[in-house]
């Protein structure tokens, strides 16, 4: 992360609604659950002691239930919410020190937010609408309609300007407030359940053009929403909620591969991990190699004797990935007095890079008892080595439920 700039980091940040936030917030630092705090002290905690970073560019998700304190985070990011206690920086300036007046600046130049609900205005029409951020910010008519012509371009709606809102479908009204959104030229987009109100095959609509418009455009996008596989499909990282408390954050694999706790285990229980298990994850990254101008038949054998192994990955001086050498053609090569086992090496074998996943891998081991190897995309170096014991274990493994209803069925027989 130290050679990535930061766009916005928030710092041990803690909301309280309610009027007995101190006792709230010493409640808190003692350890007490949120039901407890609400109980004892009338006090509802909205986020408690947040902190993490955002790389500008990247397009962070945060997860959780209802409840949960997402809307509340956000809303802390352009002080919509006044956090109770902690900091939020933007582009290196404090925001919760800020005057009112240079918010609402930082919140003009800075960041848009895109609601669920649409938020638009019924008389005017949708480029009127899309200009409207501009028109508060005292732009002139020609530069903001200009602007918001842009802006309705880029989300796909040219032609559709002196249309009013109530004309549109609802993916559209969303477009227009991922315009108006835009229009503004923010480098921070803040996204509250923005598609959430979609119906699912528009939805993923959104999603693509979400990710064709970052692409061109790399804002910093904070996305809220309860739908874990909108999370993995855009995010780039997610922060998984709880009781106004971030139980996670990290990459959906890191997430899947390592969840911190039974909580995340279980929300993230119903993925598909075949389809978000990479070779990077699953790899050996220390494979023991044959060197091939180093190591003839008899290092060979001596090596695969010691691991109790019959197949070693070969590389070259460079550690460009050569194949694999199994323990049947060395020992051919040492009858045969050969010097080195060069002709010997099999290199017709699965090869693939860091990010393919576990079903993109599967295929190619159902002909080959032959490992993969992970390899760079130039020169092709051995970067590490999924073996086919791993790579079946990850795709074989069942979810809870599938081992509850497993255990049923064998009951019953
Ligand atoms: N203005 C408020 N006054 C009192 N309590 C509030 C207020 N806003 C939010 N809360 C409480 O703070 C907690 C976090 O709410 P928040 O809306 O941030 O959750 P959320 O994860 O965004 O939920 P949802 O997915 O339903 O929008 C909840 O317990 C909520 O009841």
Redesign the pocket.
């Known amino acids: 992360m130290s050679t990535d700039t930061i766009k916005i980091e928030v710092k041990n940040l803690t909301v309280i609604?309610?009027k007995n936030k101190h006792q709230a917030l010493k409640m808190l630092e003692q350890g007490y659950s949120k039901a407890e705090i609400l109980e004892k002290t009338k006090c509802?905690v909205?986020v408690n002691n947040a902190s993490f970073q955002i790389k500008t560019g990247e397009v962070f998700v945060i997860m959780?239930?209802?409840?949960?304190?997402?809307?509340?985070?956000l809303r802390c990011l352009n002080r919509l919410i006044e956090p109770t206690r902690g900091d939020v920086i933007v582009n290196n300036v404090n925001i919760t020190k800020q005057s009112n007046e240079a918010l609402l600046d930082t919140r003009r130049t800075e960041m848009s937010m895109v609601f669920q609900k649409f938020g638009l205005l019924p008389h005017r029409t949708v480029l009127e609408n899309v200009a409207f951020g501009l028109e508060i910010r005292g732009e002139s008519k020609e530069l903001r309609l200009k602007k918001a012509q842009e802006a309705l371009e880029t989300v796909g709606l040219e032609g559709f300007e002196s249309q009013k809102p109530s004309q549109l479908s609802g993916g559209m009204q969303q477009r227009v407030g991922l315009a108006r959104a835009l229009a503004n030229n923010p480098e921070v987009l803040l996204m509250d359940?923005a598609f959430s109100a979609l119906d699912p095959l528009i939805k993923s609509d959104m999603q693509d053009e979400l990710l064709d418009i970052q692409d061109k455009l790399h804002k910093t996008i904070v996305f809220?929403t309860?739908d874990l596989d909108e999370a993995i499909k855009i995010g780039d990282r997610i922060a998984i909620?709880k009781d106004?408390f971030i139980e996670q954050i990290g990459t959906a694999e890191e997430i899947l591969k390592n969840p911190a706790s039974d909580y995340v285990e279980a929300f993230v229980e119903k993925v598909d991990r075949k389809t978000i298990i990479t070779a990077g994850t699953l790899m050996n990254q220390k494979p023991t190699v044959v060197q091939l101008e180093r190591e003839g038949p008899e290092m060979v054998i001596r090596k695969m004797n010691k691991l109790s192994i019959e197949v070693l990955p070969v590389v070259n001086r460079h550690r460009v990935f050569m194949g694999f050498i199994w323990l049947q053609k060395v020992l051919e090569a040492k009858k045969l007095n050969k010097p080195t086992i060069e002709e010997f090496i099999t290199t017709e074998c699965p090869r693939v890079y860091t990010e393919y996943t576990v079903e993109e891998m599967l295929p190619l081991i159902t002909n080959t008892k032959s490992p993969i190897a992970v390899i760079d995309k130039d020169p092709g170096k051995l970067l590490g080595v999924v073996s086919q014991i791993s790579l079946v274990t990850e795709a074989t493994r069942f979810d809870k439920q599938e081992i509850v209803e497993l255990k049923e069925q064998a009951k019953e027989q």
Do not use: P, Q, V
Not at 64 to 73: A, D, F, Q
């Open positions: 609604f309610g509802t909205g959780g239930l209802s409840g949960s304190g997402k809307s509340t985070l359940e809220i309860h909620m106004g």
